[in-house]
Every structure is written in C-alpha cells, then in structure tokens.
C-alpha cells in the first residue's frame, strides 16, 4: 500500500497533520481513490497520531466520507419531500434499470454508484441529483437517460 | 403586529456598488462601536434560524480578550426546503464576504472561514474568485482578516454552530453543551463568531443603507427584510425576499397554487400550518427565521410528508444523545404501527408526549424541533395519520 502512504504524506503536507487537518485530508484521500478504504485510515491515524477508532469514527459521520467501496461516479439523488413530491422515484427507478443495481449499491465495473441523500439545497428546481460535485435539477426519467447516457457512453 | 400585507423588498440582491468592497471601505472608517450599535438598533436577528440578535453577538464577542478570535459564515445549510444561502454565495458573495470582514473589524478577528456543505463544492471556483479580490482590497484597507473555504462532509447537525466547530476541529459532528459559547470558547477554543450567510449579508446591507431605513421593514418583533425559499406545490418556486410580518394567508394567495392544504414554515425543523391557521398566523413571529416554506397542496398524503421528515430525522440525529437517538427512530416505528393497525390511533397522543419529552430533554436544536412538525402535523392532520 506504498500508494496510500504516498497520498497521506502529500495530502499532510498540504493541510497539516494536526486534528483539523482530518477532514481536508480525508476528503484528499476520496477525491482521489473513491471511498476510505481500511488501509488509508490506517494510514491517517498513523500521520496524525491518533487511534484509527477515531479516524474510522469521525468518518463513519458524515455521509460524503464513505469507508465503504464506491464507484468512480457517486450518484446522489435528494430524497427530502419537496424531490420527492416531484417525482423522485420514478427518477431512481429509471436509474436502477440503466445500471442494473438497486440504491446503495455499486456497479460490478465499480464505474457507478446509485445513492439516496437528504437535501442538496435544489428544492425550488427537483427532482434534483448530483454526480460526484456536478447538479443536475428538474430531473424526470427522460432527462436522466440523456445525462445517465452520456456518462455510461463517454465518462471513464 | 402584523401589517397584513406581503410587500416584495429588493434590498439584498440589489446590485453591488459600483466599486468593489465600497461598504467595507466606508464601514472602516466608523467607529466600531458605532457599528455594533447601528447593527444591535437595526433589530438584526439571526436568519439561520435560531434567531439570536446578531448586534448583541457581535458586542460580547468584542469584549472577550484573546490573541486570536475566529468568524465563521455557517454556510451548512441543510434544512431541507432551504436554498437561499446557495443563491447568496451564487449571485451576491461580496456582500456576505463583507459582511464577514465588517464583523471581523469590529469584534477584532483576523482569521474565518466560509463551513461550506459539501453538496454545494460546484460553487468552490467561484467563490475563490470573489476571496482573491477580497483579499486585494483587505490589504489595500489595511485590515488584517483573512478568509478560506473549509468543506463540510454531509451532516446535517453541522449546522448547529459548536456541532460545525467540532467538524472543523476533525471530530464527529457532535454539539457540545452551551454554555460556554462559541463567541467565549469556539474554534480550537477561541472565541469565535458563528453567522449565518444571510446574517452577514443584511449586516452589509445595514451598514450600506443605514439603520433607520432598514428598521422601516418589519414588525416590532422582526426587523428587516428576510430571504423566503419556495418550493413544494407552487408555480413560483425560488427565492423571494419579502418584509416581515405578513400573513401566512397572503403568502399562500401569492406563492400557492389555488389549492393549497398546507404550509410548511422553518423547515422540518418549524411548524406545518394547516389553511384554517393560515389566517392568524404571521411568518417569523413564534416560528423560526430560516425562511424555509414548503407548500404542500390537496392532494398530498400528510402521513407520507411526516413519514419522509422522521426518516430524515432518524438518520440525521447524530446519536450522542439518548432522546433523539431513539425517540426519532421510535416515533418513525410509531407513526408506521399506528397506519398499519398494529396500535390504535390513541398511540399517536403517547407519541406527541414522546416528541414533547424530546424537546425538554435533547441535547441541542435537532432533537429539540422534532416535536415542532410532529405535533403539528399529528394534531392538525389526525385523521390521516389514521386511515
């Protein structure tokens, strides 16, 4: 795992191994590999000197800090009343049959991962999703294969 | 008091002046308690929700003596139904990054961060744009006040200020116990001052148009203007700045769809109103400032709207404390028994006594709102929850 030793080392350089470096840094470590895997907060809590229980603790928080494995491009559809008013699942359902998986799972070329989330502040224009940092709003099942389309066809 | 009528203000996305940072260059040259005073009359109370008068903020933390003091613009906004930070950081950062820099003039800090949600990372380059040209003009003023972004990781009690201290510091987002407070002990235990992105903001605003026109809008009870988020069954979703003090009726003649059953105020953190209250009651009086109204019309099933609150309460409750950990889940369990038949429909009463218990027991703001939708929803829509 000289990777992911590598990676830590770059990313305390940057952000600094005190406690508030953690969260930069974790976030670095995803950016990057996708998810924490158990190796990179092993890692973590070596350079900043803490136990992993903490380092594995403070992740296991926060819903973008995923400890478990994901694909290249998380998939994050709002599930709160107003999206789902407008027609999430219909949104979700086209989705799981373009991939072939259901919500919280992963795709077999670790490409895609299908994700329900709370609020992403798009209310006035739901349904609404992201794809790793880029929103999409207005979402019907029409839309979502064009956008879903083009990323199976042309993103790797 | 309630002036009856909804008035559309334009005071906070009105354009910038037409020279960067103008408001701040002026605002540098007064006395800085002076500001805080103008800030404290202006009647400014916080619009993150909870409501704290923000002058009054300011002032205590000017008097506490420390090396180093912090300001951080909570841009964790979270409470589903609101988006008007993300508007705020999109069309006007200037005027919230003002806002920052005065509050930093006048309580004495050098150092703040924008805490931004991790949803809203696709707003990172722009922002950083506006910082650099902020900091430029800093330097040409003279004042010592740097600013970055620090993301957030996706939790919804982050919002709450020491919970969003505690983030920062690299820990699970678990509100501390207040007090002390933020602006005594914050940021890596310095004093530190938490705003919200619209707090900042109207501060810039208040000191660009002055205190005594600001206080024009409003009722006794709240000053100003104030941003709404409009979203659910309407044909005028968005943004709306209005003044203070109209009628729940009037908002719903505006923003409804003709047949609008209810109206949800504060997130589901605040209150459902049912139409037959629409007439006595009067936005930002007795329920939270966030400006989150989601508008829910006939055909809405209420169980299924309560159902998807409690959901999202029982997965954001951060778990430190016992009667939001289990009580949100429990009310979810209850609330599915009592429609499935498992239970009789005089659960629901044990149930509103379980979310009032919450509120008197919880830890901090989440497990303490609960009841606020849940009681609403349950008393006013009972026969719902029902059948």
């Known amino acids: ?156 | 008091m309630s002036n009856n009528k909804l008035r559309v203000v334009d005071v906070i996305f009105s354009p910038y002046s037409v020279a960067p940072y103008e408001i701040l260059k002026n605002t540098l040259k007064k006395d800085k308690e002076q500001v805080i005073k103008d800030i404290i009359e202006s009647g400014l109370r916080g619009r993150g929700g909870a409501g704290f008068p923000t002058g009054m903020k300011w002032k205590f933390a000017a008097q506490q003596k420390s090396d180093i003091k912090y300001v951080i613009c909570n841009a964790d906004e979270g409470e589903p139904g609101t988006f008007k930070d993300r508007k705020l950081l999109v069309e006007v950062p200037r005027k919230v990054i003002s806002g920052m820099a005065i509050c930093a003039y006048v309580t004495g800090a050098t150092k703040g961060f924008i805490y931004l949600r991790r949803e809203y990372r696709y707003l990172v380059p722009k922002l950083k744009e506006e910082l650099a040209l902020y900091h430029e003009n800093a330097k040409l003023l003279g004042l010592d006040f740097t600013i970055e972004i620090f993301m957030g990781a996706g939790a919804y009690v982050c919002g709450e200020e020491t919970a969003l201290i505690e983030s920062m510091e690299g820990k699970r987002g678990e509100p501390r116990n207040k007090p002390p407070y933020p602006i005594q002990v914050g940021y890596l235990d310095k004093p530190t001052i938490v705003n919200n992105v619209e707090t900042f903001a109207s501060s810039a605003m208040i000191c660009r148009i002055g205190c005594a026109e600001y206080k024009k809008l409003g009722t006794d009870d709240q000053r100003g203007s104030k941003l709404f988020s409009v979203s659910g069954d309407s044909p005028k979703e968005g943004v709306h700045e209005l003044e203070l003090g109209m009628t729940l009726e009037a908002f719903a003649e505006e923003f409804g769809d003709g047949d609008t059953k209810a109206v949800q105020v504060g997130g589901v953190a605040g209150f459902c109103i049912p139409r037959k209250k629409f007439k006595t009651t009067i936005i930002g009086e007795g329920n939270t400032t966030g400006g989150s109204t989601m508008i829910f019309n006939s055909s809405r099933s209420m169980y299924h709207v309560l159902h998807n609150y409690l959901d999202f309460y029982a997965e954001e409750s951060c778990g430190q404390c016992t009667p939001c950990r289990v009580g949100t889940q429990q009310l979810l369990k209850g609330i599915e028994a009592v429609k499935a038949g498992i239970k009789k429909p005089e659960y629901l009463d044990q149930l509103v006594k379980l979310s009032d218990t919450m509120r008197m027991t919880s830890k901090c703001g989440l497990g303490q709102s609960v009841t606020n939708s849940f009681s609403s929803i349950v008393k006013n829509f009972r026969e719902e929850m029902i059948y």
């Open chain 1, 1 to 156: 795992m000289a990777e992911v030793k590598e990676l830590v080392k770059e990313l305390s350089g940057k952000y600094g191994n005190k406690r508030e470096s953690l969260i930069p840094i974790l976030q670095g470590i995803i950016d990057r590999n996708y998810y924490l895997s158990k190796e990179a907060m092993l890692e973590v809590a070596r350079e900043l000197d803490v136990s992993a229980a903490e380092i594995y603790g403070t992740a296991s928080f926060y819903s973008f800090l995923d400890t478990e494995a994901k694909g290249k491009y998380k998939i994050r559809v709002c599930k709160s009343i107003t999206c789902d008013m407008k027609g999430k699942n219909s949104v979700v359902a086209t989705m799981e049959g373009m991939l072939k998986i259901k919500v919280g799972e992963t795709t077999q070329d670790e490409r895609f991962s299908l994700l329900e989330t709370n609020c992403i502040g798009l209310c006035d224009e739901g349904p609404a999703m992201l794809i790793n940092d880029e929103c999409f709003t207005k979402l019907t099942p029409e839309k979502v294969r064009t956008i879903l389309g083009d990323y199976v066809r042309n993103k790797f």
